[in-house]
Each structure stands twice: as structure tokens, then as C-alpha cells.
């Protein structure tokens, strides 16, 4: 899979857009704050009902690095792989588009592929509702790391993570992965996969990327069964770990407690008369019996977590307090 870097390099970065008429301008804007020129954007317009569509066209017109694509309405993963299909790169970069690069990140990035040839790089990250009150999450630089020792920082650092948006891959490493269409929480298995198909990955130290995160927004939303996809891509990544890495199934398995908690917190402030309500809080009751047998020795799993297991099994209320002041960071 390897291949020498030293020549010409061109990068496909795909941007997904829905609905994203305030925001789309300012994140194609931010690819262009850079030295590197040898760029492609694809906007996959995914059945837009506000001006986003008409945006993307003005700036395919006005950019000549930029192309617009339109389709029916699939969501994020169908139009992710709609633009694989359709890049024409040595290398692969995804965009969310509230999302922004920082200015000289495809640069450093670049110089990475250029001088070290790795098949994935990734790199930091800052994430709020602005830059000014944004948190900067940086991992230690760390070249020629193999997909064993990545894979471990995918479950380990906050920095790297399982985001699609965070890192650059060799278009190769794609070949027989998609996004799984019409779930939630879809970056999760797709790059578990891509770190187990590589076999060098660099982690660069610096914030690239703004991650535009309106967390208030979203905890108090009425609980959609969709959102159940939290805890079903976490068991199928857990599965995938326990037969390629089962030295770090304990952490599949603390990954999986998150998604159980996270979820549990989003059943319990749903409204009474949701009727999935009560479905999906007795089957997550009925899970997270088997999970807490799972977490005895699990050194992943801390205590406090533990506790809100046993109480989401014993007293809702209180287990949402517990979330909330302590376990929702």
C-alpha cells in the first residue's frame, strides 16, 4: 500500500451539506487558507430545502477547485460516499460543513505525506461554540505509528478519536470501506476500519480543525430511536476489536459503557409521553445488566461510571444528576 509521496499531490476533500446555508461558505473558505493548491472540494448538496444547494453552485462557479453535486436526501453517510466515489486524489479528507480548518493545516499535513509517507495523519483539534471559548485538544506528536498502537489512541485520546473530519487518508485505505447509510454516530466502525487496514499512521500536535459543538442544543431533545445508533455502533465495534485486537477489548468495552450512559441520560429527559420512552429504557435496563457483569476488573471503566450503571437500573433521577454534573464532559 505504500508508494513514494515525493511527486505531485492532489487532495479530494468531500463536504456533505444539508441545510447549511449560514455556515458552507466559511468552512470551503477555510480549505484555501493554505500554500498547498493542488486541492479538489466536493459539495454533495444531500437534498438541501434552504438556499445551501444555490450556495454551492455560486461557489463552483467562483472556484475552480470547486465542484457541486446534488442528490436526494440519504444523510451524512450517503453523501460521504457519494463524493468517494466520485474524488480523483492521492489523498482523501472529509469536511463537515459547520465545521472549519484552521489556517495551515493541509499545509503541515502535506509536508507530513511528503516527508514520512504514512497512510493516515492525524491531528488536533478545537471544538465549541467559538474559537474564543473553544477547548484545544493536541496529542503528542508521534511518527511511523502502526495500526495496533493507533488503534489504541483511537479509544485513549480525545484528540484523535474515532472523527472522520480530523484526519487525511491515502485514497487506497478506502477501497472496501463506506460509511454505514442511515445511521447515527457513523465515523465510529468505518474508522476503526481504516486504522486497521493502514500500516503507518503519524499523529501530528497541533489543532487543525474547528469543530463547531452547540452541546446544550442537543441534551434535552426528545429521545428519537435514531439515537439508539450510539449504542448499536459501539457492539459492532466492539465485535470487530475482540476478534483483531483483543488486547483492547476492555476499552471496547468502557467505549460501549459511554455509549450506554450517554444514551440512558437522552432516554431519561425525553418527554413522558414519547413512546418510544418506555421501549428503549427497558431494553437499555435489560443490556446494561449484561454490561455490568462485563465491567468487574475493568480497569477502563471508572467507578463513578460503574455507579451510574447500577443507578440507571435502580434510580433514573439520580443517575441523571450524576450524568450531568459529572459524567456529560
Request: glycine fraction near 6%; charged fraction near 30%; include cysteine.
Given at each position: ?194 486504522f486497521k487496514a493502514a500500516h503507518t499512521i503519524d499523529i501530528l500536535d497541533f489543532a487543525g480543525i474547528f469543530y463547531f459543538q ?72 435489560v443490556e446494561i445488566k449484561e454490561i455490568l457483569k462485563k465491567v468487574k476488573g475493568n480497569k477502563e471503566v471508572s467507578f463513578a ?25
Open positions: 500500500m505504500k508508494e513514494n509521496f515525493e511527486g505531485k499531490i492532489k487532495l479530494s476533500i468531500v463536504i456533505p451539506v444539508y441545510n447549511v446555508e449560514d455556515t458552507i461558505e466559511r468552512a470551503v473558505e477555510s480549505i484555501f487558507l493554505n500554500d498547498f493548491k493542488n486541492i479538489e472540494v466536493l459539495l454533495i448538496d444531500d437534498g438541501s430545502t434552504d438556499n445551501s444547494g444555490l450556495i454551492c453552485d455560486e461557489l463552483s462557479k467562483k472556484l475552480d477547485k470547486v465542484y457541486c453535486y446534488h442528490k436526494d436526501n440519504g444523510g451524512l453517510s450517503s453523501a460521504r460516499n457519494y463524493g468517494l466515489k466520485r474524488i480523483s486524489g492521492e489523498l482523501i479528507a472529509f469536511l463537515d460543513s459547520d465545521d472549519y480548518f484552521l489556517p495551515g493545516c493541509i499545509d503541515k499535513v502535506i509536508d507530513d505525506f511528503k516527508n514520512n509517507n504514512p497512510e493516515i495523519v492525524c491531528f488536533g483539534l478545537k471544538k465549541g461554540k467559538t474559537e474564543e471559548d473553544a477547548i484545544e485538544l493536541i496529542s503528542s506528536r508521534k511518527i511511523g505509528s502502526s495500526n495496533s498502537e493507533a488503534v489504541e489512541l483511537l479509544f485513549k485520546s480525545k484528540a484523535i478519536d474515532f472523527y472522520a473530519w480530523n484526519k487525511v487518508f491515502k485514497k487506497e485505505i478506502f477501497n472496501n470501506i463506506e460509511f454505514p447509510e442511515g445511521k447515527l454516530y457513523e465515523d465510529m466502525v468505518p474508522i476503526y476500519h481504516a452547540n452541546g446544550d442544543s442537543i441534551v434535552y431533545q426528545d429521545f428519537n430511536p435514531k439515537q439508539y445508533d450510539n449504542i448499536i455502533q459501539r457492539k459492532i465495534l466492539l465485535n470487530d476489536v475482540k476478534k483483531d485486537f483483543p488486547e483492547f477489548l476492555n476499552l471496547a468495552i468502557a467505549r460501549l459503557v459511554d455509549g450506554y450512559l450517554s444514551t440512558g441520560f437522552k432516554i431519561g429527559n425525553s418527554k413522558r409521553d414519547n413512546l418510544d420512552r418506555k421501549k428503549y429504557y427497558n431494553t437499555s435496563k461510571k460503574r455507579v451510574a450503571l447500577y443507578l440507571y437500573l435502580t434510580n433514573s433521577g439520580l443517575y441523571s444528576v450524576l450524568y450531568k454534573k459529572i459524567l456529560r464532559k
